[in-house]
């Protein structure tokens, strides 16, 4: 399972399952890298949090008020935390009971997952020096040093699909991968359906209007059966 495995990430990167973005070239930053740098985005279940190395960061809070001021009605922080907080599963006990931290959410969070020892003698050593040491996640946003939060259950990677899919595919939802949305088919300004492109193999490559489940099932079914390739344009599209 790619999902389970922490250090797999860098390995991840610039394969089928990213979308391997990049960035333009920069004359100030990334001089190592000619300029570039790579944006790696999943292309998988559970998205970019399968790529990523599962640090748990919520942004600034004044970045959350910038955007309410500029509109944004209901994205002030102190209106955005209590749904961070209701997302959380923090299983540290450092992070438990306080007015940041969330528990009994389906993201576990912790800060005790395997640390060098040095890490706390850099915590105490910052201490001496008279830096901050704190929560980067509450009142720690500006300056100081933490000990990193990350998105790990049981010793395991905790995707987003993981966390808030995987117990209900199959009963209340159904996946479908190799699966590509190409666009939302609108009437009359309503979403009525997406239309979807079916890949089984490297061969065959199959594009499908689909407005119900049941036309879906109609059509999956029905490419699962053909055995040879063919071009996207002598398939028709399901009526719906």
């Given at each position: 399972?790619?999902?389970?495995?922490?250090?797999?990430?860098?390995?991840?990167?610039?394969?089928?399952?990213?979308?391997?973005?990049?960035?333009?070239?920069?004359?100030?930053?990334?001089?190592?890298?000619?300029?570039?740098?790579?944006?790696?985005?999943?292309?998988?279940?559970?998205?970019?949090?399968?790529?990523?190395?599962?640090?748990?960061?919520?942004?600034?809070?004044?970045?959350?008020?910038?955007?309410?001021?500029?509109?944004?009605?209901?994205?002030?922080?102190?209106?955005?935390?209590?749904?961070?907080?209701?997302?959380?599963?923090?299983?540290?006990?450092?992070?438990?009971?306080?007015?940041?931290?969330?528990?009994?959410?389906?993201?576990?969070?912790?800060?005790?997952?395997?640390?060098?020892?040095?890490?706390?003698?850099?915590?105490?050593?910052?201490?001496?020096?008279?830096?901050?040491?704190?929560?980067?996640?509450?009142?720690?946003?500006?300056?100081?040093?933490?000990?990193?939060?990350?998105?790990?259950?049981?010793?395991?990677?905790?995707?987003?699909?993981?966390?808030?899919?995987?117990?209900?595919?199959?009963?209340?939802?159904?996946?479908?991968?190799?699966?590509?949305?190409?666009?939302?088919?609108?009437?009359?300004?309503?979403?009525?359906?997406?239309?979807?492109?079916?890949?089984?193999?490297?061969?065959?490559?199959?594009?499908?209007?689909?407005?119900?489940?049941?036309?879906?099932?109609?059509?999956?079914?029905?490419?699962r059966n053909k055995k040879s390739s063919f071009p996207l344009a002598q398939l028709e599209p399901l009526k719906y």
């Amino acid at each position: 399972m790619i999902i389970v495995f922490l250090a797999m990430c860098g390995m991840l990167q610039n394969t089928p399952i990213d979308w391997a973005y990049r960035t333009e070239k920069q004359t100030e930053s990334h001089f190592g890298y000619g300029g570039i740098s790579n944006w790696p985005r999943g292309k998988v279940l559970g998205g970019s949090s399968i790529l990523n190395y599962m640090l748990y960061m919520r942004g600034h809070s004044q970045d959350y008020d910038e955007w309410r001021d500029l509109g944004l009605e209901g994205w002030g922080w102190e209106e955005v935390l209590p749904y961070f907080k209701r997302a959380e599963n923090m299983e540290s006990e450092a992070g438990k009971g306080d007015k940041y931290h969330g528990t009994g959410g389906p993201l576990s969070v912790t800060m005790d997952n395997f640390k060098v020892p040095v890490i706390d003698l850099l915590m105490r050593a910052a201490r001496e020096l008279g830096y901050k040491v704190g929560d980067v996640n509450g009142d720690l946003e500006d300056e100081g040093f933490n000990i990193a939060q990350h998105t790990i259950r049981s010793g395991e990677r905790t995707g987003t699909f993981r966390a808030y899919a995987e117990q209900y595919s199959g009963s209340k939802i159904t996946v479908l991968t190799f699966a590509h949305v190409n666009k939302v088919i609108f009437r009359d300004n309503i979403a009525v359906g997406v239309e979807v492109g079916l890949t089984f193999n490297s061969q065959i490559s199959i594009l499908g209007f689909v407005s119900r489940f049941q036309d879906l099932v109609e059509l999956i079914n029905t490419t699962r059966n053909k055995k040879s390739s063919f071009p996207l344009a002598q398939l028709e599209p399901l009526k719906y």
